[in-house]
């Protein structure tokens, strides 16, 4: 159990409210929803130097910024006294009988995780009879870190409806141990952190799970120069990051000479590009993304595909200055700088070698909650 989690009073005071809540159904009480949301985010630089060992050993560095896509969750108390868990965007409806034991058969574990955990550690081990209801703006695998950012927006749903003291820091921790401790989910710490926080950020990570989020200060002129030269592309490919990341994780643990001296490079790349951000200089952020897109493929193989290289190489063709894929790798979404007068060139390119483009926009928001009344909707 986290010391941060130790310091807070179990069970919350709201549950006895929320048991109120529940019992007023079909009473003609008033009724609430929570409501949530936590932003997908596109890496820059430096992504896999926060996965371990290599964050706990060589201490990782990672640049990103959150985009106008989310992921949701609404919380309302059930109306059959059952637990149910909706994706909406994936067309799955479970209803399980209120017992924890229940909802070890899912097909949402992400769900079953984070209500498991949230209830046992700050609702007094009481199920509750609730509908967790979710959807996500990206389909799965799309390297926007979109699982990540749907276990925030369900933490932070349950803050909401707990009344929990958590900042953006324990959101995101929490975030953290639930996919990667209690789920045993392969991947890093950079997505938690920047769906909890949003906007743009420099990240450090250290050993003994220390992370440091740095808000860098962009004026306004150049993030406007940067969001108007950012081109977004869907391969078509919702890849599983899992085999990418247990090759690269592999690769730190045997110290592998080609894994080691690609993620060297990759925080030297995140450091170099913040510095370029902060004056403005797309070009040389063009530069570091071309240079870290060549030392990412030689972390792991599968990195890369021909489907992949292919949109790459319409992309350029078109204009574009450099690109590379979002996240892992494998597939997923492929980002690209371009030059401002040749984005909807580089747009149309990419749709017709078969992927799905589009111009993007920042978010300085991070995880999100409210209430709202029932019997307004």
């Given at each position: 159990?986290?010391?941060?989690?130790?310091?807070?009073?179990?069970?919350?005071?709201?549950?006895?409210?929320?048991?109120?809540?529940?019992?007023?159904?079909?009473?003609?009480?008033?009724?609430?929803?929570?409501?949530?949301?936590?932003?997908?985010?596109?890496?820059?630089?430096?992504?896999?130097?926060?996965?371990?060992?290599?964050?706990?050993?060589?201490?990782?560095?990672?640049?990103?910024?959150?985009?106008?896509?989310?992921?949701?969750?609404?919380?309302?108390?059930?109306?059959?006294?059952?637990?149910?868990?909706?994706?909406?965007?994936?067309?799955?409806?479970?209803?399980?009988?209120l017992d924890m034991e229940a909802i070890q058969d899912t097909r949402l574990p992400l769900h079953a995780a984070v209500?498991?955990?949230?209830?046992?550690?700050?609702?007094g081990g009481r199920p509750l009879a609730i509908t967790v209801r979710t959807s996500v703006d990206a389909p799965a695998?799309?390297?926007?870190?979109?699982?990540?950012?749907?276990?925030?927006?369900?933490?932070?749903?349950?803050?909401?409806?707990?009344?929990?003291?958590?900042?953006?820091?324990?959101?995101?921790?929490?975030?953290?141990?639930?996919?990667?401790?209690?789920?045993?989910?392969?991947?890093?710490?950079?997505?938690?952190?920047?769906?909890?926080?949003?906007?743009?950020?420099?990240?450090?990570?250290?050993?003994?799970?220390?992370?440091?989020?740095?808000?860098?200060?962009?004026?306004?002129?150049?993030?406007?120069?940067?969001?108007?030269?950012?081109?977004?592309?869907?391969?078509?490919?919702?890849?599983?990051?899992?085999?990418?990341?247990?090759?690269?994780?592999?690769?730190?643990?045997?110290?592998?000479?080609?894994?080691?001296?690609?993620?060297?490079?990759?925080?030297?790349?995140?450091?170099?590009?913040?510095?370029?951000?902060?004056?403005?200089?797309?070009?040389?952020?063009?530069?570091?993304?071309?240079?870290?897109?060549?030392?990412?493929?030689?972390?792991?193989?599968?990195?890369?595909?021909?489907?992949?290289?292919?949109?790459?190489?319409?992309?350029?063709?078109?204009?574009?200055?450099?690109?590379?894929?979002?996240?892992?790798?494998?597939?997923?979404?492929?980002?690209?700088?371009?030059?401002?007068?040749?984005?909807?060139?580089?747009?149309?390119?990419?749709?017709?070698?078969?992927?799905?483009?589009?111009?993007?926009?920042?978010?300085?928001?991070?995880?999100?909650?409210?209430?709202?009344?029932?019997?307004?909707?």
């Open positions: 159990m986290s010391d941060f989690v130790k310091e807070i009073e179990k069970p919350s005071r709201f549950v006895h409210s929320l048991a109120r809540n529940v019992e007023t159904i079909g009473a003609g009480q008033p009724q609430y929803k929570i409501r949530s949301r936590a932003p997908l985010r596109l890496g820059l630089a430096g992504g896999g130097t926060d996965v371990s060992p290599y964050s706990e050993d060589y201490g990782g560095a990672v640049l990103n910024l959150t985009i106008d896509r989310h992921a949701y969750t609404f919380i309302q108390p059930s109306d059959d006294w059952k637990i149910r868990f909706v994706a909406s965007d994936l067309n799955i409806n479970e209803a399980f009988p209500y498991r955990r949230m209830v046992s550690e700050f609702g695998g799309s390297g926007l870190g979109s699982s990540s950012a749907l276990v925030v927006a369900l933490v932070e749903a349950f803050r909401a409806l707990l009344e929990l003291p958590l900042g953006p820091y324990e959101v995101a921790h929490l975030a953290f141990e639930i996919e990667r401790i209690d789920l045993k989910l392969a991947g890093g710490k950079q997505d938690q952190y920047a769906a909890s926080f949003g906007g743009i950020n420099y990240l450090e990570f250290m050993a003994g799970d220390r992370v440091i989020v740095n808000p860098l200060r962009i004026s306004r002129s150049v993030q406007n120069e940067l969001e108007t030269s950012l081109v977004t592309c869907f391969s078509g490919i919702s890849r599983s990051s899992e085999n990418i990341i247990d090759q690269q994780r592999q690769g730190m643990t045997e110290k592998k000479t080609s894994t080691l001296e690609g993620l060297h490079q990759l925080k030297s790349d995140a450091i170099e590009m913040k510095q370029a951000l902060l004056r403005g200089n797309i070009m040389k952020m063009a530069e570091i993304l071309e240079r870290s897109w060549l030392a990412k493929k030689e972390t792991a193989s599968g990195v890369t595909t021909p489907e992949i290289e292919r949109m790459m190489m319409a992309a350029l063709d078109a204009g574009a200055l450099a690109g590379k894929v979002s996240g892992a790798g494998g597939g997923g979404f492929i980002m690209f700088l371009v030059p401002p007068e040749k984005r909807v060139s580089v747009i149309r390119a990419l749709n017709e070698s078969g992927g799905h483009a589009e111009d993007l926009h920042l978010t300085t928001s991070g995880a999100e909650s409210w209430i709202c009344p029932m019997q307004n909707l």
